[in-house]
């Protein structure tokens, strides 16, 4: 699963974000990567425990939430606390798949990660290479959306940052478990869920057809759901 | 899932099956019950093998593949020779379920019986009593149909004939193995596709939401479906 959510932080709470994370002290990245990923990682993270990343974790969150269009296809159960991570010149991340499992030391939360997401902090004049690129069913797809989009991934793909060979790249990463565990169930529903937002204001939110779509779609998730 | 489709068979159908069964010679209906349903089984069947049920059984079949709503109610996979029985004054059916697995007669054709099916060839007022009672947990369903109305129900059911108290019942009745096993993707899917068929009438086939809804309802088969 691959979708793109365009201004899912607007232009003012980017400008927030980037103002704070200019203030704070960062760690060298290699701190939340596993055994395999650390020799592949080459960036800097706010420190996973710092006021600052939990702050603006928190807020990000709260804007995730609010989101349509990404409840409709990452259907979340639980969010880990959002990190944030800074690419300068020569940083990279080189292709990997997230870990299964991750457990945070501060809220005992442990979640089974089915999705990744990369939230873009950094517009993409600021800096060049740093592409997000995902390997996906239909093969390898780039990203360097503007500031403020999100792009959502399947943590069990191939996915890397390529080398930045120019100015700074700024994004929140996210990793999720989702209520719907398995990839291609979950894009059934992300797709039902968004025929029904595109039906809705054309038909009606009574319209007996859309009621029925809605019964489908709760019923779905019933199925295949864990709570 | 408990759905009547009407009118499978006209009425000018109903009348040739109806002179083609008067013509036929009847077997004790315990010819084809299991060892439990022998006990409170009473009816009379054409023989399985003969020619009057296999002839008449083939032209149920192909009414049934020209039934859309069948189809999409039932989707079957395989499809048991369809039965024929009559039920005289006196004559019942005691409350019973059906067997788990059928083998068709002189082929190595094994189905699972996973809906039931009463085709009825009999109008109501020609008999009194002879409904078909399904039960449930919480009560009773009857049925009591026009000829050439059909009723498909999980064959997980306890179900009965009512005695025949007036007049005569003539049905056909047979099982199917469906490509979608459980009985709540299966109802899941039927209602998505009387959904996309209402739609599709009001907005045209070719509506964006409509072609991803049938995305969505064929990937939900291929995710389902035993072909």
């Known amino acids: 699963m691959l979708v793109h959510v365009p201004c899912t932080l607007a232009k003012e709470e980017v400008a927030y974000f980037r103002g704070a994370m200019a203030a704070a002290e960062w760690e060298d990245g290699a701190s939340t990567a596993g055994a395999n990923s650390s020799f592949v990682k080459k960036n800097e993270q706010l420190p996973p425990d710092s006021e600052v990343s939990r702050k603006l974790g928190g807020r990000l969150l709260g804007a995730l939430l609010a989101n349509p269009a990404f409840l409709g296809a990452a259907v979340p159960l639980r969010i880990f606390p959002p990190l944030f991570n800074r690419y300068g010149v020569g940083d990279h991340f080189d292709p990997h798949v997230d870990n299964a499992v991750r457990g945070d030391a501060l809220t005992g939360v442990r979640i089974r990660v089915d999705l990744g997401a990369t939230l873009f902090l950094s517009d993409p004049d600021e800096y060049d290479g740093g592409d997000l690129v995902v390997d996906d069913v239909y093969g390898s797809r780039q990203f360097k959306p503007p500031a403020g989009d999100l792009v959502v991934y399947a943590a069990g793909s191939l996915h890397m940052v390529a080398p930045i060979t120019r100015g700074v790249r700024l994004a929140s990463f996210i990793w999720l478990q989702s209520m719907i565990r398995h990839d291609e169930a979950r894009g059934v529903i992300c797709d039902l869920d968004a025929s029904i937002q595109d039906l809705a204001p054309r038909v009606g939110q009574d319209d007996p057809d859309l009621r029925k779509l809605a019964g489908v779609y709760h019923n779905l998730i019933r199925y295949w759901g864990e709570a | ?227």
């Open chain 2, 1 to 227: 899932m408990l759905i009547c489709i009407p009118e499978v068979l006209s009425k000018q159908k109903v009348a040739h099956f109806r002179e083609a069964m008067a013509k036929a010679e009847w077997e004790d209906g315990r010819s084809t019950a299991g060892s439990q349903s022998l006990l409170v089984k009473n009816n009379l069947q054409l023989p399985q093998d003969g020619r009057a049920a296999r002839e008449l059984g083939d032209e149920v079949l192909d009414a049934l593949a020209a039934s859309p709503s069948f189809v999409s109610a039932a989707l079957p996979s395989k499809i048991f020779p369809p039965l024929f029985n009559r039920y005289g004054v006196g004559h019942g059916f005691g409350l019973h379920v059906d067997n788990a697995i059928r083998g068709v007669p002189n082929t190595p054709v094994r189905i699972r019986t996973d809906l039931s099916v009463t085709l009825f060839l009999s109008e109501p007022d020609e008999y009194d009593g002879g409904e078909l009672v399904i039960e449930d947990r919480v009560g009773q369903q009857e049925v009591k149909l026009s000829a050439g109305d059909l009723v498909l129900y999980p064959s997980t059911s306890l179900h009965l004939v009512r005695e025949v108290t007036h007049g005569e019942r003539i049905a056909s009745f047979f099982w199917l193995q469906s490509m979608i096993r459980d009985n709540v993707a299966r109802a899941l899917l039927f209602d998505l596709d009387q959904a996309i068929q209402s739609l599709s009438a009001r907005l045209g086939s070719g509506d964006p939401a409509c072609v991803k809804l049938t995305a969505v309802y064929h990937n939900l088969i291929r995710t389902w479906a035993e072909a």
